[in-house]
């Protein structure tokens, strides 16, 4: 049995946050050791299928601005510093009638930001973006600025930093349990041992497996990536087809340019049916109708030119909280573990900055970023129930 002690941080999974935050803690000189069950950036949990949307019209709420705030420069240093292509301007639009929640939290997030963004009217819409089925009451907000991360890129480039940087990376390694108190973390691997001042939890679809103790209301959603194809495919190209989010009425779902020749991807959105798992080794069974009707579906009333039946399709899944804000944060019920979980389907654009938080968490005690609506605590007292 191997019993290491001098780790200054562990991070726990090595997927979308763990890899950044793997990167981020060795880069300030911490000495980090990361553990990840599968190979790194695989297709088992959240964090794959070739592409991910960045935008900073953050419907979701203004609480998220300073996250995206950090999240922007964090995703240029890594594709700087690394020398991957991990990310492809489209722009992106949000898609709704005017007075939706969608377009006034989506215009609320851009000026809070100061980001770059248009308000475009329904004829507008139609004239620049004619890919998408016209309603005469959709406006849109469209941001320049946004576009595409390539997840599985973005992962491998942080943990080939994070490697140079002299963390030690133990991919194939699941951590079987963890004890904590206030001096810190011990960490089982199988027969091994491990013991580090803090450990960042970011296990994605597995977050809770660690943690019972903690009882976080997290539940795991199976939800599927479905490629469509159509006629004029260089209409569906970055250059010109932003990311998008639609939610008018019946057409409630995302999208995201064909930027690698497989089509476009496109997803159903919160309102279609997608199956609860028990576990997250449940979600191994193979795509059926299930998964891909609800987006077949989605497909057929909203894009006029794309072949409405899947190209092709793969499950991914869900960490979702009850009210869909992140967890990311310290809880006083175990003060050595920073916890990065919950991302609830809209996490990637936000994991570099995420993951900093919790290096900020681990080594200082402190960030500058806001995390009270994120606070894991919100749940013991009752806040973000009911969903
Ligand atoms: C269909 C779909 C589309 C999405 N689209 C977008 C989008 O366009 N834009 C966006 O911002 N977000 C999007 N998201 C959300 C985003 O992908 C997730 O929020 C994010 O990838 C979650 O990252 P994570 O680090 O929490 O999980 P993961 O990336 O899954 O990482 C968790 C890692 O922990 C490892 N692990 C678990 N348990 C252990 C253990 N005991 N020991 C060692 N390792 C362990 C796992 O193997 C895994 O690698 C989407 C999600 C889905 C499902």
Redesign the pocket.
């Known amino acids: 049995m191997r019993n290491t002690n001098s780790y200054d941080i562990a991070v726990?999974?090595?997927?979308?946050?763990?890899s950044m935050a793997a990167w981020r803690a060795a880069a300030r000189g911490a000495r980090v050791i990361g553990?990840?069950?599968?190979d790194i950036a695989?297709a088992?949990?959240?964090?794959h299928g070739g592409s991910?949307?960045?935008r900073q019209t953050l419907f979701e709420g203004t609480e998220y601005v300073p996250l995206v705030n950090r999240a922007r420069p964090l995703w240029n240093r890594l594709e700087r510093e690394s020398g991957a292509a991990l990310f492809q301007v489209s722009g992106g639009l949000c898609i709704g009638p005017e007075d939706s929640a969608l377009i006034a939290n989506a215009l609320a997030s851009a000026r809070i930001g100061g980001f770059e963004h248009e308000l475009l009217e329904p004829d507008e819409l139609a004239g620049r973006f004619p890919q998408h089925a016209a309603i005469p009451e959709d406006f849109a907000v469209f941001e320049p600025g946004a576009g595409v991360l390539d997840?599985e890129a973005c992962i491998r480039a942080a943990v080939r930093l994070a490697t140079g940087h002299g963390a030690e990376i133990a991919p194939r390694?699941?951590?079987?349990a963890i004890e904590h108190d206030e001096s810190g973390v011990s960490i089982r691997t199988g027969a091994d041992s491990f013991r580090a001042r803090r450990a960042i939890v970011?296990?994605?679809?597995?977050f809770t497996?660690?943690l019972p103790d903690l009882a976080l209301p997290l539940k795991v959603q199976r939800?599927?990536?479905v490629w469509f194809t159509g006629a004029d495919r260089p209409a569906y190209r970055p250059e010109r087809f932003p990311v998008f989010i639609r939610r008018s009425g019946e057409l409630d779902g995302?999208g995201?340019p064909d930027v690698d020749g497989n089509g476009v991807k496109i997803?159903a959105g919160p309102s279609a049916p997608k199956p609860w798992l028990q576990r997250p080794e449940d979600n191994g069974y193979p795509i059926d109708e299930r998964d891909t009707d609800p987006v077949e579906k989605f497909c057929a009333a909203a894009f006029p030119g794309l072949n409405p039946v899947a190209a092709s399709a793969a499950p991914?899944?869900?960490?979702r909280t009850t009210d869909r804000d992140f967890v990311l944060g310290v809880t006083r019920r175990a003060p050595s573990l920073v916890l990065?979980?919950g991302?609830?389907?809209?996490?990637?654009?936000?994991?570099s900055a995420s993951a900093d938080v919790c290096v900020d968490l681990a080594l200082d005690g402190a960030s500058d970023v806001p995390l009270s609506r994120f606070s894991p605590d919100r749940f013991s007292s009752g806040q973000g129930e009911g969903q």
């Open positions: 726990l999974g090595l997927g979308a946050v763990g553990f990840e069950r599968y695989h088992h949990g959240s964090s991910r949307i960045f997840p390694t699941e951590v079987t970011a296990t994605g679809a597995w497996d660690l939800s599927p990536l995302w995201i997803g991914c899944m869900n960490s990065a979980g991302f609830s389907g809209h996490g990637f654009k936000h994991a």
